[in-house]
């Protein structure tokens, strides 16, 4: 299944019920919420006829506050009603109760936080009754006190928590390059099994470093790594992103046919 | 987990203040210095924000100009920094905040996006519609959730219409009438009604007693000129859908 992300802009487009050629549409949980009104009508028409992911920037599974319920429930009430086929946020944090960054902030990778977020990501995947994938992110700075690799970190996390692994292609460039590794041993070091989910997206690049912006096509190189571990798993669901200056449906449409060619037949 | 970390980074990036204990838990990459990582943070949380704020309240924004905008708006982060999951609603306060910067007629801009917005995010109702005669006989009770009436000495309608305008493009147009307007919720879409000042004076009363015939006795004792029929068909438009 290759889709693209769901987004405010191609609501009219959508809603002319057009031919497209994408097999599934994700859209940003939060931005269902304390909604009754255009948005979750037309994620309601979209489920009708796709398959559907929903996409969380809010769980905050790494914030060294207590979980949030209160959003949980929130989240719950949206699964129920959407009954998307895949549900994921990201292995970080936001912020706290009083201040949200709204951005997606780089945990340690070490024991000390294996063994602090695989009960939470435990009781979080209760609390809905399923299984969650968790996406690696595109971060700027590292934290001195860790001593694992991200890949190993993830593994770990996924492999304890039974959680699955959104495989953000285009994050394990942008890091590769910002923090120096080769990003064919990340991509190896992820048993198949454990990839629930994949994405693929634009970067920037800032010149003193990669910015995952969303707002390019995908860059070559990422198509490369992506041909690389799909050939395996081709069966998992992948999703073209883009949420800045967005363009017409139709690109969106042509990145993910994109990926169909570079996946190859199922 | 390292709350003290997280505490300060927060700090950091919301007061906008270089930590020196924070550098010490972090390492920055590529070729940035610790400095500019937390930059790069920093300038993120504030063009996310600022977004968000600019995409509830274009209008608002159109009116001010980029540069007031900006400032006012980056007053309003340091003063209201978000405490929300989802940052499509940030701005709740920006109205009451204009206010008090005495940016008057910019707070009724604001005042008309945030209603807009959340009549946009409203629950469709079903409701059923009546004929006008029913509606004369007064005994239907309106159900007026989802509606607003405006009062504005600047036409925010037409900024409202105007919003994805380039700014050259506004210089030959005039905003400086009043207008009355009624926001209501109609099949999925918020419609927006431009009244004159006596149909807004009924709408106003009919909102008030929530009964029609109570309203036009009500609206007959005020020195007030004869709603024409154009006047009558937009209060109708109205109530048929309330």
Known sequence: MIGVGLRHIHFPYLETKPQTTVDWFEGITENFFDTEGRPLKMLEAIRRDYPVGLHGVSLSIGSAEELDFEYLKKTKVLYERIKPAVISDHLCWTGHKNRNLHNLLPLSYNQATLNYLVPRLQTVQEFYNREICIENLSAYLDMRDSDMTEWDFLRELAKKSGCKILLDINNIYVNSQNHQFDPYKYLDAIPDHLVGEMHLAGFTDMGDFLFDTHSRPVFPDVWKLFQHKIKNIKKTPVLIEWDEDIPEFSVLEAEAQKAREIRGPL | ?242
Not at chain 2, 180 to 205: D, F, H, N, S
Not at chain 2, 207 to 219: G, S
């Open chain 2, 1 to 242: 987990m390292n709350l003290d970390f997280q505490k300060r980074f927060l700090d950091a990036i919301t007061n906008n203040v270089n930590d020196e204990a924070l550098f010490t838990l972090m390492r920055p990459v590529a070729k940035l210095t610790s400095e500019k990582a937390l930059a790069v943070y920093r300038d993120d949380y504030s063009a996310r924000i600022i977004e968000a704020l600019g995409s509830n309240y274009e209008a608002t924004w159109l009116y001010l100009g980029d540069d007031d905008f900006f400032s006012l708006g980056r007053e309003y982060i340091k003063k209201y920094p978000s405490h929300l999951k989802n940052l499509t609603y940030y701005g709740a306060e920006f109205p009451k905040f204009l206010q008090e910067q005495n940016q008057a007629e910019a707070f009724y801009i604001a005042d008309f996006e945030k209603k807009f917005w959340q009549l946009f995010n409203s629950k469709d109702s079903v409701r059923k519609k009546y004929l006008p005669a029913e509606l004369m006989a007064g005994n239907i009770t309106f159900n007026f959730d989802s509606c607003f009436l405006l009062e504005a000495p600047l036409n925010i309608n037409k900024l409202w219409q105007h919003r994805a305008a380039a700014a050259h493009e506004l210089e030959d147009l005039d905003f400086s009438k009043e207008v009355q307007l009624i926001l209501y919720k109609e099949e999925g879409r918020v419609a927006i009604l431009e009244l004159t000042k006596p149909t807004y004076e009924l709408a106003r009363l009919i909102l008030k007693n929530n009964h029609l015939p109570q309203a036009i006795e009500a609206y007959c004792q005020l020195d007030l000129p004869e709603l024409t029929p154009s006047d009558w068909q937009k209060l109708f438009t109205w109530l048929l859908h309330s």
